[in-house]
């Protein structure tokens, strides 16, 4: 009973077609609850591609704002802990101007698979809720070392993306809005995080409220890649700002 449409449908796709007319027998506690129709399956599992294509972000495909709130929203009223983590790239627009829209897309690109790949399919969730912007709703118990692996591989595989020129000289020079030259750092990540306890937040707009200062702090630091835990409202005992110490490689 508490299998995932995701799981039930890879099962399924699994079996040989001639024993799919049988549907299958649902039990909860390794006890006999009742059956399920392959037919109906396909129609729930069906009805979910076409929820999540509709919400999802058109770049990436990753789960919207709409999905995104829903997921936040189930694990507060089921009163679960978990970390979120708002990401945010730093200095993208100068990038764009000194590179092109198409460079910088390939950035947000590399981003989402970069989060992807260091969540995990099961206990983790990655959303893309617009422009530069990601979260990462994390269950796993090391979410310290893979918001880390984040940072550092961001760092590491966005280098072919300046010239050798940019690279020596860690940014470029663009003209801001008063018109007058104005060197760019490199774009780098930065990402406020808060791990939740159970009813610390009454809803999503309060959570994420809150992700605004920690994500603010994170931004205003300088090097690699970093975050900042809200160590007010988390439990671990970390470091308030936790920066990668490694250049961009």
């Not at 969730?125 to 990601?134: L, Q, S």
Request: negative net charge; contains cysteine.
């Amino acid at each position: 009973a508490g299998t995932s449409l995701r799981e039930m449908s890879d099962a399924i796709s699994s079996l040989d077609d001639r024993l799919m007319v049988d549907g299958f027998i649902v039990t909860r506690g390794g006890e006999y609850f009742g059956t399920g129709r392959s037919t109906d399956l396909l129609k729930a599992v069906s009805d979910l591609q076409v929820h999540s294509a509709r919400y999802a972000n058109p770049l990436t495909l990753l789960p919207g704002n709409v999905p995104t709130d829903q997921h936040l929203d189930a694990l507060l009223h089921e009163g679960r802990e978990f970390v979120v983590v708002a990401w945010d790239i730093d200095h993208f627009k100068p990038f764009n101007d000194v590179y092109g829209y198409a460079a910088g897309d390939d950035i947000i690109k590399l981003c989402a698979q970069i989060l992807q790949t260091a969540a995990d399919p099961v206990l983790d969730f990655v959303g893309h809720i617009g422009g530069d912007d990601f979260v990462m709703v994390l269950g796993s118990p090391d979410w310290t070392a893979r918001i880390t692996r984040v940072c550092r591989e961001f760092d590491r595989q966005i280098r072919p993306f300046f010239s050798a020129e940019h690279q020596a000289l860690g940014g470029y020079v663009t003209l801001n809005r008063q018109n007058q030259e104005s060197f760019n750092p490199l774009p780098t990540l930065s990402a406020g995080v808060i791990q939740v306890q159970p009813g610390a937040f009454d809803s999503v707009r309060a959570l994420s409220a809150a992700l605004t200062e920690p994500k603010h702090v994170a931004k205003c630091g300088t090097g690699p890649s970093r975050y900042f835990v809200d160590r007010r409202r988390s439990s671990a005992a970390i470091p308030d700002m936790a920066p990668l110490l490694e250049s961009a490689g």
